[in-house]
């Protein structure tokens, strides 16, 4: 694919930098168009971000791509009783995780660790049952369906994307509605989390002053987000998996969410990484050209894929590896107003 150094044409985003960026022709793999869009990296704070934004964004979000993004919180309905004593452990676990609180709970982990990524980054936030909680790009609301299963009363949910509100008397609140229009409405929250939302924005300074404005003033903002700089964009160059062009309009640099959030009067309390095999498994099926819903994608059918068992179970620990190095390609940020910007 096309590169070149020292372009000028564009201009950072974040830091405004326009005299090294480098250019990179990424082509679309998700529903495997392949069309071409023009990214760079900023060689100053080495944000990766769209050259252009595309005039029209929806024909890039099929419905399959919200199932996707949500796969990691489904709940599988069963009448099995082996299954369903199972689930009732699995839920003691994941309460006593949320909570902080519950033995057998905290003992059920020891042996079988809480591994789905969403909810183990709101794990010792301090969360209660009656903790107001805000979903940001929500899609359907799976993700606070599962909260609410797990007793937790204040949920609300937005995405803009949506048909249609969905509200019902007993559960979270779903709401076809911009970040905009609920920051307008005076409403506070505990907790804001984006997960894997941030990524896709076209003003991120303005997502993040929007979200510092809906919180309390104690009150926790959480975004997970694809981070540049990482093992995964080194070794895969265009090809990793979660430059996602055009979708990710921004892959940030910790560099550059450091500029951001100071811009927007937040401050960086916690950082993990949370990345997984995905980035082993989809960055090397688009080495090989094959798309993230072709047939043969692991993700679409794990069996005619080109990875074994064996190399998905390495790719999961290597995964693991790489976090504990901070070097995996996600991340989870975990911000509060900073102290000077609480007056304001
Ligand atoms: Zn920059």
Redesign the pocket.
């Known amino acids: 694919m096309n590169e070149s150094t020292n372009y000028s044409k564009y201009e950072?985003r974040?830091?405004s930098?326009k005299l090294d960026v480098k250019l990179y022709s990424l082509k679309e793999m998700f529903l495997c168009t392949k069309e071409i869009y023009e990214f760079f990296q900023?060689e100053?704070?080495r944000?990766i971000q769209i050259a252009e934004f595309p005039e029209d964004f929806s024909a890039f979000y099929p419905e399959n791509y919200y199932s996707f993004k949500s796969n990691e919180s489904k709940i599988v309905e069963t009448e099995n009783w082996r299954i369903k004593i199972k689930r009732s452990l699995i839920r003691k676990r994941d309460e006593a995780q949320l909570y902080g609180h519950g033995i057998l709970g905290k003992i059920l982990n020891l042996f079988k660790p809480l591994e789905e990524r969403k909810l183990a980054s709101l794990v010792g936030l301090g969360l209660k049952p009656n903790s107001r909680i805000l979903d940001v790009g929500c899609g359907s609301g799976e993700f606070l369906m599962h909260l609410f299963d797990l007793g937790m009363k204040d949920l609300t949910g937005i995405d803009p994307f949506l048909d249609k509100d969905i509200l019902k008397s007993n559960g979270p609140k779903i709401y076809k509605r911009s970040l905009e229009e609920i920051s307008a409405d005076g409403s506070l929250f505990d907790l804001v989390m984006l997960h894997h939302v941030f990524e896709h924005v076209k003003d991120p300074l303005n997502v993040l002053k929007h979200c510092k404005k809906l919180l309390k003033e104690q009150g926790f903002l959480l975004i997970r987000i694809p981070i540049a700089d990482c093992y995964a964009w080194r070794e895969y160059s265009v090809n990793w998996v979660q430059l996602d062009s055009p979708r990710h309009t921004f892959i940030y640099s910790m560099e550059?969410i450091r500029m951001l959030s100071s811009e927007a009067g937040l401050e960086i309390v916690d950082l993990k990484f949370d990345s997984t095999d995905f980035q082993f498994w989809g960055s090397i099926q688009y080495a090989n050209d094959i798309c993230l819903n072709a047939p043969n994608s692991y993700m679409v059918n794990q069996e005619s894929s080109i990875f074994s068992r064996k190399e998905i179970k390495q790719f999961i620990r290597r995964a693991d590896k790489l976090n504990e190095q901070s070097d995996g390609d996600q991340c989870v940020i975990l911000l509060r107003k900073s102290i000077d910007s609480k007056n304001n």
Do not use: E, G, T, V
């Open positions: 950072c974040i830091c930098n900023c100053n704070c944000c550059a």
